[in-house]
C-alpha cells in the first residue's frame, strides 16, 4: 500500500516567494526521501531524512520529519521558474531500499 | 554519461500484443525496480530486483514478468497488453544499503 503521501494540492507561487509542501505516512519508517520530477522526465533525488533527524537542509531545501506525527515537510525557500516540478516524498519502511512514493505535489512558480 | 537507460521511450500497442521493455545501469548497482507512474496515483512498484539472479513482486505485478539479465540489466515484459497498462513506466536502481534511487527517463506507454 501506499506510504507517503503529499497533501495533493497544486501550488502554484512568485518567484522569490517560498513553497512549503506536506507529506504523511502510515507506519514506521527507516527514512523518507523527496524526489522531484520535471514534466516528462524520471525523478531525481533531493534529500534524504533518517527516522532519527528531525531537520535536514541542503541548498535552498529544508526538510523536517515528525516521527511522532508520521509527518514530514519540504520547504523550497526563495522559489526559481526552474523550481517548477512535481515534488514527491517515498518513505523506506522496512530498511530494505523498497520505496513506497506518494501522489505528488505540482508546484508552479511564475516568473 | 552513467546512469539508467530505458527504450523504447515511446511505444504504442494494440490490445493483446506483447512487448518488453528494456533498462540497463551502469553504476554497478545491486538492484533494480521497475514502477508505473499514472495521473493522481504516484509511482507504484511493479517488480524489483534486489540482487543478480533474484526477483521479486511489488505492489502491482499483476500482467507483468521480468527478467534480471545480469547486474546491468532488468527488462519488463507484458506478455498480453491491455488497455489498463497504458502508463509512464520508470526504471531505477540503487547500489546498496539504505540510499538513493537513480531512475531512468521513463518509457510512454499507449495500449489501444
Known amino acids: 500500500s501506499q506510504q507517503g503521501e503529499e497533501d495533493p494540492q497544486a501550488l502554484s507561487i512568485q518567484e522569490g516567494e517560498n513553497a512549503t509542501m506536506n507529506c504523511s505516512y502510515k507506519t514506521s519508517i527507516n527514512n523518507l526521501q523527496w524526489y522531484r520530477q520535471n514534466s516528462g522526465r524520471g525523478l531525481v533525488h533531493l534529500i534524504l531524512i533518517r527516522s532519527n533527524e528531525r531537520e535536514k537542509h541542503s541548498g535552498r531545501l529544508r526538510v523536517t520529519l515528525d516521527t511522532s506525527k508520521k509527518s514530514s515537510s519540504l520547504l523550497i525557500t526563495a522559489s526559481r521558474a526552474a523550481d517548477t516540478a512535481s515534488y514527491f516524498c517515498a518513505t523506506d519502511n522496512y530498511g530494505n531500499n523498497r520505496l513506497a512514493f506518494g501522489k505528488g505535489n505540482q508546484v508552479v512558480v511564475i516568473p | 554519461n552513467a546512469g539508467v537507460t530505458q527504450t523504447p521511450k515511446f511505444q504504442v500497442l494494440k490490445t493483446g500484443q506483447s512487448m518488453t521493455l528494456q533498462c540497463a545501469q551502469d553504476?554497478?548497482?545491486?538492484?533494480m525496480y521497475w514502477y508505473r507512474q499514472d495521473p493522481g496515483m504516484g509511482l507504484r512498484l511493479i517488480y524489483y530486483?534486489?540482487?543478480?539472479?533474484?526477483?521479486d513482486k511489488g505492489e502491482v505485478p499483476n500482467g507483468y514478468n521480468v527478467s534480471r539479465l545480469n547486474k546491468r540489466e532488468f527488462s519488463l515484459r507484458l506478455e498480453s497488453a491491455a488497455p489498463s497498462q497504458t502508463s509512464v513506466y520508470f526504471c531505477?536502481?540503487?547500489?546498496?544499503?539504505?540510499?538513493?534511487?537513480?531512475f531512468g527517463s521513463g518509457t510512454r506507454l499507449t495500449v489501444v
Open positions: 553504476m554497478n548497482h545491486n538492484s
Open positions: 530486483s534486489a540482487s543478480e539472479g533474484t526477483t
Open positions: 531505477a536502481s540503487i547500489f546498496g544499503g539504505t540510499g538513493t534511487y537513480t
